[in-house]
């Protein structure tokens, strides 16, 4: 029997993890790995914090790397310009095609800017941007970033030496992942000097960049990988001025517009300062709030997210796409077509999940989707039938925000549960934020900000669903081991 040939597309988390996964459960089989960056992700040093929770070292290496370690993986620098489907066949960027018994489609998404081929309008993604970004910053005195996410809290954070405009369309910082309460505990530091001492540097998720150059494959630009935790914690990111950070936000606003200097004249419009005076620097870009004051920058990062990386895939073939424009996979990483499966950032989980779970389009998830697509692959060949994993089965993310470790759990920001929780809470000013989300005297969910040493306890209790109406009022009490309740 000829081997069986299975393909992934994508070089970042989710397809090598996919790949390296195949190689372990595949017989029988050849395994190609198509990256249009010649940097391929790989994860190291994984630590299982708890059975949920995990934190590991992210890698940018050579392609030839996941040869090194997983020899029955081929890894093959190209672009893939076109799917057939029906044939079973990939069209690449050199003109050959390449077929396959099983694909995994795994090429993340692209940042969604918010005006394109402005030269003064950046999005953060790869190691590419990063340094287009950092070679402009240098010169730059102020910059407006637009966002609220994790990239935006992170460069926010870090950016030192340069005014930052920070354009939030919540009442709230970093609303996608923490609430209104652990925002006003970020407030304080939002202004604040950073240590860059050892001991004032915390024990961070590391990313190492390696310092080969990103090229890019062909003349039409497809991206290299998404970055990961803690990109910006590794990068010298200083603008021209002799400070440290001076963070101004203006809350509930998108971007109207950009202007050139040329605009403001023409309309006859005046840019504002921070204190609302008005500016009179001549600066080479302006936006335009929806609230409707102008600022003057130097460059405009927009880092309002990402959209999945999909168009490539999709003409001549039936892939059914979810509203977020993410390709639809069923509880066995299918998507539409038949032999075709999907993982990380370009795929949209559409099967029936767990009440614990959402899909957000973190580092953590490339992994396990990588790697749980394989394992349908291998199973989908064996004629073996396959459950879902018991990854899928509670959130859990671990960062940074501002120095402070961040754990979210579940249903840490209450999503869908409309009005019907209960909120316990412990705040212990610049040290820690506890939030957990009762549901029915059960924990569903929580926000642990700083080293709060609860997120096992909490796991366990999310997941086996204790009705906690006996314990919740002494649950957050500070000097009580909350672990002595259920022994
Ligand atoms: P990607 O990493 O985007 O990889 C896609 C791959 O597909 C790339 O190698 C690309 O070259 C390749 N490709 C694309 N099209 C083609 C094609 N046509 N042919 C061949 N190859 C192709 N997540 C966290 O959990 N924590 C964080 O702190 C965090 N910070 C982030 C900071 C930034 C600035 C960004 C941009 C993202 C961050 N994320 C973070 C999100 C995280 O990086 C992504 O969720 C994750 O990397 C997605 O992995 P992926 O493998 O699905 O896609």
Known sequence: MPDLKYVVVGGGIAGVTCAETLSLFAENATITLLSASPLIKTVTNLIQITPNIESFDVEEQPYKHVKEGHCKVQVIHTTVNSLCAQEKRLHLSDGKTLDYDQLCICTGGKPKLIAVDNPYVLGIRD????KEFQKKLKTA?????????????????????????????DKSISHTFVDAGAAEFFMAHLNKAKDNSPEGLSKRLKYTTNECEVMMSDKKPVM???????WAAQLDIRGAQQMSHRVHVE??????????????TLLGLKACSVDQGQDFTNWPVYVQLTNSKIYGCDIIVSATGVEPFTEVFLPGNNIDLAPDGGMKVNSKMETSEPHVYAAGD???ACWDPSPYWQQMRLWSQA????????????????????????????????TTFFNFKVILLGKFNAQNLSNDYEVLLR??????????????????????????DLEETFENLILNGLDLTAF????????????????
């Open 127 to 130: 190691t590419e941007s990063v």
């Open 346 to 348: 370009v795929c949209t």
């Open 427 to 452: 705040v212990t000013k610049g040290q820690e934020y506890v939030k957990a989300i009762l549901h029915n005297n059960r924990l569903v969910g929580a926000i642990l900000i700083g080293e709060t």
């Open 472 to 487: 919740k009022d002494n649950l957050l009490e500070p000097g009580i081991d909350v672990d002595d309740f259920f022994d």
């Open 141 to 169: 005195q102020r910059i407006v970033i637009v966002g609220n996410g994790g990239i935006a809290t992170e460069l926010v954070y870090e950016l030192e030496g340069c005014e930052v405009i920070w354009a939030i369309k």
């Open 224 to 230: 290299g990988s998404a970055l990961g935790p803690d």
């Open 367 to 398: 992994r396990q989707m990588g790697c749980y697509a394989a394992k349908c692959m291998v199973a989908a060949t064996k004629g073996e039938n396959i459950t879902l994993d018991f990854c899928f089965e509670l959130f859990a993310h671990v």
């Open 251 to 264: 809350h509930e606003v998108e971007v109207e517009r950009v202007l050139s200097p040329d605009d403001l």
